[in-house]
Nanobody
Framework: QVQLVESGGGLVQPGGSLSLSCAAS????????MGWFRQAPGKEREFVAA????????LYADSVKGRFTISRDNPKNTIYLQMNSLKPEDTAVYYC???????????????YGQGTQVTVSS
């Protein structure tokens, strides 16, 4: 069973930055794509960004393009989400996710972490 553990959430002021990490363990041969999703109170979970373990391909939601950057460290089996120019509407629980098949924004990944809270507020 693939396990995903997020870290790095917290409280940040509007315009600030925050970096999230996701450490993956287990049979990672079952994963080809890693991603981030988020869920705000009262809203459905939504796609944020995704990246392949073995290529430079990335995918971003329009709402975070130019502000968020997803990256990976293969030897550490870890992905990151650098979030800049944060807005109050970025407030949500952020989930790390993994899937075996192609890069996608669809919320049907094979594995999800427990989530980490990000709050953007003054």
């Amino acid at each position: 069973q693939v396990q995903l553990v997020e870290s790095g959430g917290g409280l940040v002021q509007p315009g600030g930055s925050l970096s999230l990490s996701c450490a993956a363990s287990g049979p990672l041969i079952n994963t080809n794509v890693m991603g981030w999703f988020r869920q705000a109170p009262g809203k459905e979970r939504e796609f944020v960004a995704a990246i392949r373990w073995s290529a430079r391909n990335t995918l971003y939601a329009d709402s975070v393009k130019g502000r968020f950057t997803i990256s990976r460290d293969n030897p550490k089996n870890t992905i990151y989400l650098q979030m800049n120019s944060l807005k109050p509407e970025d407030t949500a629980v952020y989930y790390c996710a993994a899937r075996q098949l192609q890069l996608t924004q669809d919320d049907d990944y094979d594995y999800y972490g427990q989530g980490t809270q990000v709050t953007v507020s003054s």
